[in-house]
């Protein structure tokens, strides 16, 4: 990757944000260079959307997140539109999500959950992980050489474990396979419902909505042990979850595990491809999965930004963020910052410490992280010992919007051993 380039400030920030921007790489990375070199808290004021200061290096990233008393996730979390933006401040959130709560609202929230995703109750799921990756494997062997591995395999599999972890039943998937991609690519040609990306959305959430409604009512007449469970029958301060926060809570658990895990499986495939040396080392030394998985997570950076408003003035590496005003946080950036990754274009399994941004930080750090984590070592560590030989057998293609996104078709030759 060439990090020269002759784009103007303006005109990297339009890269930076904008769906199409994200679906072309190496621009898009040469954009986010020459911001983090040249302006990198720098205010953007664009065409169709309210303006914002975007914040591309990673200690500027960090500093944010870590001040989640000065910078708040209410009331806009992702960069919208000037139009959603206005019927957002009017109608407020349809559904509401911890992404979109700040304490103590958040922390209320969270807890409901958080025992959940520790380590010692995930380990329970491993066994299941486990054998979703012979799945996984069994079903390449089956296609008898070439598949397209981001959407047979990737988009596949974190969804089988959400589905798992939630309780539902498998013949619900092909619906949530759908509804979780049309929500957080409202703009793709392949994903999108309408030519109205906003209309779309609205009918995505309303399935949505039916589907969660009649969850809860199911899973307060007949609790089990699954997530769906916790969630419908949660307490807050004694009194049961808000119906829009509950909602809330299973899409954000079902959106939020999916796509972004699928994303870093895809794109993680397709490194191991451009850098066969790497995928060579891994395969000859399974022992490196570990820190191989934090690069993949690295590398890809599924989730692209989060948004937070300054609820003071506050002073930013020099600058003052105003009262009222928008900071962007891009992980991405952030996560190739020469200040604190050495050679950050380079894909490399040992990379040690990976102090990567792509799971957030501070008090809404990703509460999947070890689940996702654990679904990639499942995956990787089930298909590369049995990959004798693997290529790219096609055209790769980026999913086109700003938030969550990646490789969402990756063509694969391979043989099995
Ligand atoms: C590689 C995969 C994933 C990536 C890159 C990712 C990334 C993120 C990011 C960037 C945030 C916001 C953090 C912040 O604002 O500081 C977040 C929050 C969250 N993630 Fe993930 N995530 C992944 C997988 C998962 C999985 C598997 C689940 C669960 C099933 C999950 C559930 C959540 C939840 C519930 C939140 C909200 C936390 C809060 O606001 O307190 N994520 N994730």
């Known amino acids: ?18 769906p ?45 997140e870590l001040h989640n008393n000065e910078f708040l996730s209410e009331p806009r979390c992702i960069l919208g539109t000037v139009e959603s933006d206005a019927n957002l401040k009017r109608d407020g959130h349809l559904v509401k999500s911890l992404v979109q709560m700040d304490d103590p609202e958040h922390r209320l929230h969270r807890n409901v959950t958080s025992e959940w995703f520790l380590p010692k109750n995930l380990a329970k799921l491993e066994g299941r992980l486990d054998e979703l990756a012979d799945e996984a494997l069994e079903k390449m062997r089956a296609a ?25 039943p498998e013949s619900d998937y092909g619906l949530m396979l759908r509804l979780t991609q049309e929500m957080f690519a409202p703009d793709d040609s392949d994903f999108k419902r309408d030519e109205d990306a ?49 909602l809330g809570y299973y899409i954000i658990a079902a959106t939020a595990g999916h796509d972004t895990t699928s994303n870093a499986m895809a794109g993680a495939m397709k490194a191991l491809l451009d850098n066969p040396d790497q ?20 590398w890809t950076s599924p989730v692209k930004h989060f948004m937070r408003t300054a609820a ?10 105003k009262e009222g005003q928008d900071v962007y946080l891009s992980y991405w950036s952030a996560n190739r910052d020469e200040d604190v990754f050495e050679d950050p274009f380079a894909f490399d399994i040992t990379r040690s410490p990976n102090k990567h941004l792509a799971f957030g ?26 990959l004798a030989s693997v290529e790219q057998a096609g055209d790769s293609a980026l999913t086109k919007s700003g938030f969550v996104s990646g490789v969402k078709r ?8």
Not at 144 to 161: C, K, W
């Open 1 to 18: 990757m060439g990090t020269e380039t002759d784009l103007t400030i303006a005109e990297a920030q339009l890269v930076l944000f904008s």
């Open 20 to 64: 199409e921007g994200l679906i072309d790489e190496d621009l898009w990375h040469r954009a986010a260079t020459k911001l983090r070199q040249e302006a990198p808290i720098s205010w953007v004021d664009a065409e169709g959307v309210t303006p914002f200061w975007a914040i591309t290096k990673h200690a500027d990233v960090l500093e944010i």
């Open 144 to 168: 008898g050489g070439e598949i397209d591995f981001a959407a047979d395999i990737a988009m596949q599999y974190p969804l089988q474990v959400i589905l798992a972890i939630l309780g539902l």
């Open 198 to 246: 906003m209309a779309g959305l609205m009918q995505t959430l309303m399935d949505l909505f039916n589907y969660f409604t009649n969850l809860t009512v199911d899973r307060r007449a007949n609790p089990g042990g699954d997530l769906a469970s916790v969630i419908a029958n949660a307490q807050i301060e004694g009194n049961p979850m808000g119906d829009k926060e509950t």
């Open 279 to 298: 995928l060579k080392k891994l395969q000859d030394d399974p022992s490196l999965m570990g820190t191989a998985v934090d690069e993949m997570i690295r």
């Open 312 to 321: 003071r003035d506050y002073e930013l590496s020099g600058v003052t963020i």
């Open 361 to 386: 930080f501070g008090v809404h750090y990703c509460l999947g992280a070890m689940l996702a984590r654990m679904e990639l070592k499942a995956l990787f560590g089930k298909i590369l010992p049995h």
């Open 410 to 417: 990756l063509p694969i030759r391979y043989t099995l051993k």
